[in-house]
């Protein structure tokens, strides 16, 4: 079982960036699918960013050009920097596995999830 941490939310105001990132543990980082989602209070958990083994990318359209996903399979990470911060990005943001080597496949495991919190 892989253990994914998050790790770098907080509160800002909006218009400021923040950068989170996501350790994995296990040797099967490189070859799986990870992705970011996030769940505000009373809404449904929704995909954010995806990002392939290949490094394809994925994003919702409430974040592009705003949010870039990242990976270094070397350090077994994946960060999500995030810019033009809103008040509705507010949300718990959770990193997450894929199975296989795409964001269309199963999750497989889930972090423990950091808050963001936008002030306007």
């Known amino acids: 079982q892989v253990q994914l941490v998050e790790s770098g939310g907080g509160l800002v105001q909006a218009g400021g960036s923040l950068r989170l990132s996501c350790a994995a543990s296990g040797s099967i980082f490189s070859i799986n699918a990870m992705g970011w989602h996030r769940q505000a209070p009373g809404k449904q958990r929704e995909l954010v960013a995806g990002?392939?083994?290949?490094?394809?990318?994925y994003y919702a359209d409430a974040v592009k050009g705003r949010f870039t996903i990242s990976r270094d399979n070397a350090k077994n990470t994946v960060s999500l920097q995030m810019n033009s911060l809103k008040p509705e990005d507010t949300a718990v943001y959770y990193c997450?596995?894929?199975?296989?080597?795409?964001?269309?496949?199963?999750?497989?495991?889930w972090g423990q999830g950091t808050q963001v919190t936008v002030s306007s």
């Open positions: 990002i392939s083994s290949g490094r394809s990318t």
């Open positions: 997450n596995l894929y199975r296989g080597n795409t964001w269309n496949s199963l999750i497989t495991s």
